[in-house]
């Protein structure tokens, strides 16, 4: 049973433009949801999380957003950039278990 | 900032042989480490949580005497596939938290891909 989704496999984007990547989630338990980027046969790496306590977090160019009775986040990139192209993940958390989506691949076109 | 360490990167090797894969945090100490399946196209599933001086706890569906997790030290844990055949060909990834609270993330390896001939 999936408890985080991310039902968008890919994703494409002019350089300079919004991306958007989306993520629900099922299980209200999940305490800090945190987004992760991934390159090809390298680990993923941190980029940004969020309390459940709070609706919105930003560092730099990216910003995530949690929108907690809809059971659903999102992350923004802006201005996009061609380096972002990248697979991205997004977790829940719920005690020390950690959830992931399928992931989006994100094509910044140039 | 933290760096976890995962080798080797990659292993071919034959059916029925055994292979160990080391994770390492290099910079904080890590009481807890995970170790991750990854197929194509598919989500990271978590296979076990490695508990530094004691038995690690495995999901549902994961074989504990196929998959061997030791952890060691604070700062190292094995994962070693046993007899391996095929269908254990993956990308495993480990990941390790630094710190326990708040949204403290996990830190990842750079993943094995293991090939079974």
């Known amino acids: 049973d999936q408890q985080v989704k991310q039902n968008s496999p890919s994703l494409s984007v002019q350089e300079g433009r919004i991306s958007i990547l989306n993520c629900d989630y099922t299980?209200?338990?999940?305490?800090?949801f945190l987004w992760y980027k991934k390159y090809p046969a390298e680990g993923p790496t941190f980029l940004i999380s969020?309390?459940?306590?709070?609706d919105k977090n930003e560092d730099g160019r990216f910003t995530v957003f949690l929108n907690k009775s809809a059971k659903h986040l999102s992350l923004h990139i802006v201005p996009s950039q061609p380096g972002d192209s990248a697979v991205y993940f997004c977790?829940?958390?719920?005690?020390?278990?950690?959830?992931f989506g399928t992931g989006t691949s994100l094509t910044v076109i140039p | 900032g933290a760096v976890v360490s995962q080798h080797p990167s990659r292993v071919i090797c034959k059916s029925g042989t055994s292979v160990k894969i080391e994770c390492r945090s290099l910079?904080?100490?890590?009481?807890?480490m995970f170790w991750y399946r990854q197929f194509p196209k598919k989500s990271l599933m978590l296979m076990a949580t490695?508990?530094?001086?004691?038995?690690?706890?495995?999901e549902q569906g994961v074989e504990k005497d196929k998959f061997l997790i030791n952890h060691a030290s604070l700062t190292l844990s094995t994962l070693t596939v046993t007899s391996a055949h095929p269908e254990d060909s993956s990308f495993y990834i480990c990941?390790?938290?630094?710190?326990?609270?708040?949204?403290?993330?996990?830190?990842f390896g750079d993943g094995t891909r293991l090939s079974i001939l």
């Open positions: 990941s390790a938290r630094d710190g326990t609270g708040g949204g403290q993330p996990q830190h």
């Open positions: 299980n209200s338990m999940f305490d800090y």
């Open positions: 969020i309390s459940s306590i709070k």
């Open positions: 977790a829940a958390r719920n005690g020390n278990q950690f959830y």
């Open positions: 910079d904080f100490q890590a009481t807890t």
């Open positions: 490695s508990n530094e001086g004691s038995k690690a706890t495995y």
